[in-house]
C-alpha cells in the first residue's frame, strides 16, 4: 500500500511509527473535565486545557520521533459515548463497567441516528497544524457504536450499523474533505460475533470508506480474529491495526498459515501492563512481524490507545519504540 500513500503524497520510512490514538490526560485537564461535569467550569475554560494538552502531546510526539502522530483525544471520555453525544438519535445512561473497574456512559439509540455536523475535524484541523507530520483522522466505527449501545429504535442490529455506516461517512468526507489522509476507523467489537461479519460489517465498511481518496486504517482490539481471519481480509480498508502483544504474538501462527495481504499496525507494546518493555524486547517483536509481512507491510505502534498509563509509562513506551524501530531500519538497510 506504499504506492497509495506517495499517491497521497505522504512519504513515510519504512516501517512507519504511530500510535492507536489516545494519551492520559494530565491532571489539570482531569481536575478541570470533574468541575465541567459539576457546572464548577465553563465550557470555554475547559476547551483552553483541552486545547493546551493537545499541543503537548503534539510536541512529544515530534520529539520522541513518531512518523504519523494523533490528537491525543483530550477532548474525549468513552470513545462510544463521545460520538453519541454528538449524533442525532442518541440519549446518554448512566455508567456501565466496561471491565474491570472502569465504567462508561451507554450510549442509547433512541430514533433515527443522524449526523448533526463534524465530530472531530477542528481538532483534526488544530493537531494538523501544530506539526509539519501527517496527523490521522479518528472516528468510532459503526459496529462498535451499535454493539456498544442499547438500541431501542431499530429493528436489527443490521438496521442500527447501517445507519450509523451512512451517518459516520459524512464525518468521514469532513474529515477528507478537510485535508485529512489517513483515517482510522475504530472497531474494537469486529469479533464480537463472528457471523456479522459476512452478513452486513463489510457493507457497512463500504458505505463509510465510499469515495474518499485517503489511506484507511481500522483498528480492532480485543480480538478473537481466529474467528474472522482470513474473511476480515476482505474489508474495504489498506492497514489492520491489531493488538498484539497482549496476547504474547499468538496471532502470528495464524497469519503464518494464512498470508496476510494487507498493511499492518502491529502493536508491539502491551498497554494494559504498567511494565515498560524495553528496546530488545521491542526490536524482538518487529522481527517476529516481519516473519509474517514484507517491511514494506509493516507499521508499528502500542496495541491500543494509551490514555489508561501515566504519562512516564506512556512516553517510555513510545521511546522503545522508537528506539527499536531505528535499530531493525538499519537492519534492513534504512535510516
Given at each position: ?8 503524497g505522504l ?7 504511530t ?6 490526560k494530565?491532571p489539570?485537564l482531569?481536575?478541570?473535565r ?9 465550557a ?10 493537545t ?7 515530534e520529539?520522541?520521533?513518531?512518523d ?24 446518554i ?20 441516528v443522524?449526523?448533526?455536523g ?11 497544524k ?17 454493539d456498544w449501545?442499547f438500541?431501542e429504535?431499530?429493528?436489527s442490529?443490521r438496521d442500527?450499523?447501517?445507519?450509523l ?11 477528507s474533505n478537510a ?19 459476512s ?17 484507511f ?13 482470513p ?12 493488538e ?7 496471532l ?6 494464512y ?9 508491539v507494546?502491551?498497554v494494559?501492563?504498567?511494565?515498560v ?12 512481524a ?29 521511546q ?13 538497510g534504512e535510516?
Amino acid at each position: 500500500m506504499r504506492e497509495k500513500l506517495e499517491k497521497l503524497g505522504l512519504n513515510l520510512p519504512l516501517l512507519p511509527i504511530t500510535t492507536v490514538g489516545s494519551f492520559p490526560k494530565p491532571p489539570y485537564l482531569i481536575d478541570a473535565r470533574r468541575k465541567f461535569a459539576t457546572k464548577l467550569l465553563g465550557a470555554e475554560e475547559l476547551k483552553k486545557l483541552e486545547d493546551q494538552a493537545t499541543r503537548e502531546w503534539v510536541a512529544l510526539q515530534e520529539k520522541i520521533g513518531l512518523d504519523v502522530l494523533v490528537d491525543g483525544e483530550m477532548y474525549r471520555g468513552d470513545m462510544a459515548t463521545y460520538f453519541a453525544q454528538n449524533l442525532g438519535g442518541f440519549k446518554i445512561s448512566g455508567p456501565v463497567r466496561s471491565y474491570g473497574n472502569r465504567y462508561y456512559r451507554k450510549p442509547i439509540i433512541t430514533g433515527e441516528v443522524k449526523w448533526r455536523g463534524p465530530i472531530t475535524v477542528d481538532w483534526w484541523k488544530f493537531a494538523q497544524k501544530l506539526t509539519k507530520r501527517p496527523v490521522k483522522g479518528m472516528i468510532t466505527g459503526p459496529y462498535t457504536m451499535m454493539d456498544w449501545s442499547f438500541n431501542e429504535y431499530y429493528p436489527s442490529r443490521r438496521d442500527a450499523c447501517l445507519d450509523l455506516a451512512k451517518t459516520l461517512h459524512e464525518e468521514v468526507v469532513a474529515l477528507s474533505n478537510a485535508g485529512a489522509k489517513i483515517i482510522q476507523i475504530d472497531e474494537p467489537a469486529l469479533s464480537v460475533r463472528p457471523e456479522e461479519l459476512s452478513g452486513f460489517v463489510g457493507e457497512a465498511m463500504r458505505m463509510v470508506t465510499r469515495g474518499i481518496n485517503a489511506y484507511f486504517i481500522i483498528h480492532c482490539c480485543y480480538g478473537a480474529f481466529e474467528f474472522i481471519y482470513p474473511q476480515m481480509l476482505d474489508l474495504p480498508v489498506d492497514n489492520f491495526d491489531l493488538e498484539m502483544s497482549n496476547s504474547e504474538l499468538d496471532l502470528v501462527e495464524l497469519f503464518h498459515k494464512y498470508p496476510f495481504t494487507k498493511d499492518m499496525s502491529f502493536g508491539v507494546v502491551d498497554v494494559h501492563s504498567h511494565i515498560v518493555e524495553d528496546v530488545g524486547l521491542v526490536k524482538k517483536r518487529i522481527q517476529q512481524a516481519l516473519e509474517i509481512l514484507e517491511p514494506e507491510q509493516l507499521w508499528i505502534d502500542p496495541d491500543c490507545g494509551l490514555k489508561t498509563r501515566t504519562r512516564e509509562e506512556t512516553i517510555g513506551k513510545l521511546q522503545a519504540i522508537v528506539g527499536a524501530t531505528k535499530e531493525v531500519r538499519k537492519l534492513l538497510g534504512e535510516g
